[in-house]
């Protein structure tokens, strides 16, 4: 363990508490509340990611400290959100890969009225905000059984379904619109 981190732990201590047994009990207590969060959502891996969450805390807490206003747990939580969708975003990809990588040689190349469609679409997907574009791939995710796929989806980003689809329905407005523009743009 390096200085540099003991260093920041002693900080993250102060910042949750200034009496260091109450600090240890409050550390313990959002450590544990990380694992459920991470258990629950479904990684086999809660408690490697709630130290990842805590280590990367850690590693701001100089810069936090200073400004944050509130309970510190909360803040825990939010990086542990980000750290659901960081993980999430990976494990799709690997997933992708694994299962689809024997298809990729065997797909036909498109027509040019395709492509450019696709194109405009790529573009159109990364114009997207990072959190809509990954929900939106993942929502239309091929190969998945339709119902029990986006129900875990909603659970996973802590919606319910309907504001799932909704959000989806949104989105979607926004890419067709964008796609639109796009075709229209390059037809002329």
């Not at 492509?115 to 405009?120: H, I, S, Y």
């Not at 979607?172 to 964008?178: A, D, E, F, K, P």
Request: charged share 30%; net charge negative; aromatic share 10%.
């Amino acid at each position: 363990m390096s200085k540099r981190w003991e260093d920041n732990f002693d900080s993250l201590l102060v910042w949750l508490d200034q009496d260091r047994e109450r600090a240890g009990a409050k550390y313990e207590e959002i450590r544990n509340s990380l694992i459920s969060i991470f258990s629950w959502r479904g990684f086999k891996n809660a408690d490697e990611l709630a130290d990842e969450t805590i280590g990367r805390v850690a590693g701001k807490v100089l810069d936090i400290s200073k400004d944050f206003d509130g309970d510190p747990a909360r803040y825990f939580y939010g990086v542990a959100k980000r750290m659901f969708f960081e993980t999430y975003k990976q494990e799709q990809k690997v997933k992708f890969v694994t299962t689809d990588s024997a298809n990729l040689t065997t797909q036909e190349s498109p027509s040019p009225e395709d492509q450019q469609d696709l194109d405009c679409l790529d573009d159109c997907l990364k114009r997207l905000p990072s959190a809509d574009r990954e929900l939106i791939l993942l929502y239309y995710e091929p190969g998945q059984p339709k119902i029990a796929h986006r129900k875990k989806l909603a659970e996973n980003v802590g919606m319910t379904q309907n504001g799932l689809r909704l959000k989806t329905f949104r989105i979607r407005n926004t890419l067709q619109t964008c796609v639109e523009n796009c075709l229209e743009t390059s037809a002329r």
